[in-house]
């Protein structure tokens, strides 16, 4: 069964970096691929999108600025850079697969347009 797999997450201080990584299958080549969020208590909530053939990239109000969502076609990867941290970014980072963008131009924000979730990676940031 296919699983995406997230990594890269840990704790920084805020104003700190990390960057996240999600293993991406070859077969799901030409879907654009998204990375989430979701803080306890809270519903998950979409960060940034990057369709796979011409990279274009969304997001979040909250992020724009500070994260940087990229992929690696040879390395199969999609990456969330995040600069500039704050303590309201600590959540549980998940990527997935937007399911309704097979060969399109663009990538959907809505959580229930994407599937094949990962386990998710948490991501801690102190004050």
């Known amino acids: 069964q296919v699983q995406l797999v997230e990594s890269g997450g840990g704790l920084a201080q805020a104003g700190g970096s990390l960057r996240l990584s999600c293993a991406v299958p070859?077969?799901?080549?030409?879907?654009?691929m998204g990375w989430f969020r979701q803080a306890p208590g809270k519903e998950r909530e979409f960060v940034a999108s990057i369709t796979w053939n011409t990279g274009m990239t969304y997001y979040t109000d909250d992020v724009k600025g500070r994260f940087t969502i990229s992929r690696d076609k040879v390395d199969e990867t999609v990456y969330l850079q995040m600069n500039s941290l704050k303590p309201e970014d600590t959540a549980i980072y998940y990527c997935?697969?937007?399911?309704?963008?097979?060969?399109?131009?663009?990538?959907?924000?809505?959580?229930?347009?994407?599937?094949?979730w990962g386990q998710g990676t948490q991501v801690t940031v102190s004050s």
């Open positions: 997935a697969r937007d399911r309704t963008s097979y060969f399109k131009s663009r990538a959907s924000r809505d959580r229930d347009d994407y599937d094949f």
């Open positions: 070859g077969l799901f080549s030409s879907y654009a």
